[in-house]
């Protein structure tokens, strides 16, 4: 292993960004995060942490978004939007991120993507398992990952991130009340928060290169078990669901989690506490 590195670039500091960015701070790295506007910096700031503006689909943040592309360590956590989302137009703008991560002389290069890489495969994934997207969310990450992993060969991490819960972000608040859900036999696939930001500080402490991770709490109860039991904590009607399904996507971290010597906060769905409705 090399000399341990120091210093630290997270874009978008967002709701995984800004409490990674926090954590790695208090580890000892010199983070530098990048927000949108300059008016959303003030967050950084009182953390003490370098923000710097910067938007992945400018072509005008060349110099005052410098300073984000000089650190040891690039953590890509952008999320590609929900309106009017143009998978050609977010790969190539992600591609130039990483064009100029690389001049730039980061060392380590870590792309947060998703496990709808994997599209609509059944049954057991890990992280070997052919990777057949089906929406243009997953095309895109797909094309990033590979683009990451040729052009930063082994610097170069794909992490790939199930269902995010943490804080107020809860799924189980989504299906409530509804009726006729299908799949109810599928199996669940969520991660909290902190388990993330564990493994990302694993990753950069142990400078892993050249590969792909992949991250899911071990305990996988079927849908409807686990959205009946989150409606009925969040005082919140049980949806009903139709019990079909049951061949869903299993993530199965186990190579990931001994990789980095990860021991999972939230091993189980049901161990992620709910956010308060009130």
């Given at each position: 292993?090399?000399?341990?590195?120091?210093?630290?670039?997270?874009?978008?500091?967002?709701?995984?960004?800004?409490?990674?960015?926090?954590?790695?701070?208090?580890?000892?790295?010199?983070?530098?995060?990048?927000?949108?506007?300059?008016d959303s910096l003030k967050g950084l700031k009182l953390k003490n942490i370098?923000?710097?503006?910067?938007?992945?689909?400018?072509?005008?943040?060349?110099?005052?978004?410098?300073?984000?592309?000089?650190?040891?360590?690039?953590?890509?956590?952008?999320?590609?939007?929900?309106?009017?989302?143009?998978?050609?137009?977010?790969?190539?703008?992600?591609?130039?991120?990483?064009?100029?991560?690389?001049?730039?002389?980061?060392?380590?290069?870590?792309?947060?993507?998703?496990?709808?890489?994997?599209?609509?495969?059944?049954?057991?994934?890990?992280?070997?398992?052919?990777?057949?997207?089906?929406?243009?969310?997953?095309?895109?990450?797909?094309?990033?990952?590979?683009?990451?992993?040729?052009?930063?060969?082994?610097?170069?991490?794909?992490?790939?991130?199930?269902?995010?819960?943490?804080?107020?972000?809860?799924?189980?608040?989504?299906?409530?009340?509804?009726?006729?859900?299908?799949?109810?036999?599928?199996?669940?696939?969520?991660?909290?928060?902190?388990?993330?930001?564990?493994?990302?500080?694993?990753?950069?402490?142990?400078?892993?290169?050249?590969?792909?991770?992949?991250?899911?709490?071990?305990?996988?109860?079927?849908?409807?078990?686990?959205?009946?039991?989150?409606?009925?904590?969040?005082?919140?009607?049980?949806?009903?669901?139709?019990?079909?399904?049951?061949?869903?996507?299993?993530?199965?971290?186990?190579?990931?989690?001994?990789?980095?010597?990860?021991?999972?906060?939230?091993?189980?769905?049901?161990?992620?506490?709910?956010?308060?409705?009130?």
């Amino acid at each position: 292993m090399s000399e341990p590195y120091k210093t630290v670039s997270i874009s978008g500091c967002g709701w995984l960004g800004l409490p990674l960015a926090e954590y790695l701070h208090q580890g000892g790295y010199a983070v530098t995060g990048s927000k949108r506007s300059e008016d959303s910096l003030k967050g950084l700031k009182l953390k003490n942490i370098n923000g710097v503006v910067f938007d992945v689909y400018s072509e005008n943040a060349e110099s005052s978004s410098q300073p984000l592309f000089g650190s040891d360590v690039f953590v890509a956590n952008i999320p590609p939007g929900r309106r009017s989302f143009d998978r050609h137009k977010f790969a190539d703008a992600m591609k130039n991120l990483v064009d100029r991560a690389k001049s730039g002389g980061v060392k380590q290069f870590i792309f947060i993507s998703t496990s709808s890489v994997y599209g609509s495969i059944t049954g057991v994934v890990t992280e070997n398992t052919v990777c057949e997207p089906d929406t243009e969310s997953g095309k895109a990450h797909r094309e990033i990952e590979e683009y990451v992993l040729s052009e930063f060969g082994e610097h170069g991490v794909v992490l790939r991130l199930t269902g995010l819960v943490g804080d107020e972000r809860h799924p189980g608040k989504h299906l409530a009340g509804r009726d006729n859900v299908n799949g109810g036999l599928d199996p669940v696939n969520l991660i909290h928060r902190d388990d993330c930001i564990e493994a990302i500080s694993s990753i950069i402490s142990l400078q892993r290169g050249g590969e792909v991770f992949h991250l899911s709490a071990t305990d996988h109860p079927t849908r409807s078990d686990f959205y009946r039991w989150a409606a009925t904590g969040l005082g919140m009607k049980e949806p009903v669901f139709i019990e079909d399904g049951g061949q869903g996507k299993m993530i199965e971290p186990t190579h990931t989690l001994k990789t980095l010597s990860l021991t999972l906060k939230y091993p189980s769905p049901f161990d992620i506490p709910l956010p308060d409705v009130n």
